[in-house]
Nanobody
Framework: QVRLVESGGGLVQPGGSLRLSCAAS???????MGWYRQAPGKQRSLVAR???????NYADSVQGRFTISRDNRKNTVYLQMSSLKPEDTGVYYC??????????WGPGAQVTVSS
């Protein structure tokens, strides 16, 4: 089973930027991948996804501010986040899209947007 490890989170002021990375232990080239966010007190939800050929979709709340990309040679998925808002605060995870019946989650990357 492929393991996923997220990195790149941190504390950033509103309007700032962060780039998250998700490194997979094996090939992800045949999988559509997604970034999911779990905000405090809320369920985990999809914020961005990318298909095997690089086609992408975004949640309305992040459209125009976030960009998902992938490098299959490095088995890595990225999430470039700009114009960050306090409501973007949460733990960010990557995983396949759609999720498997019993998804295995990585440690996540904590993103805190605060002044």
């Amino acid at each position: 089973q492929v393991r996923l490890v997220e990195s790149g989170g941190g504390l950033v002021q509103p309007g700032g930027s962060l780039r998250l990375s998700c490194a997979a232990s094996g090939s992800i080239s045949i999988n559509a991948m997604g970034w999911y966010r779990q905000a405090p007190g809320k369920q985990r939800s999809l914020v961005a996804r990318i298909g095997t050929i690089g086609n992408s979709n975004y949640a309305d709340s992040v459209q125009g501010r976030f960009t998902i990309s992938r490098d299959n040679r490095k088995n890595t998925v990225y999430l470039q986040m700009s114009s960050l808002k306090p409501e973007d605060t949460g733990v960010y995870y990557c995983n396949t899209f759609p999720l498997s019946i019993r998804p295995t989650w990585g440690p996540g990357a904590q993103v805190t947007v605060s002044s």
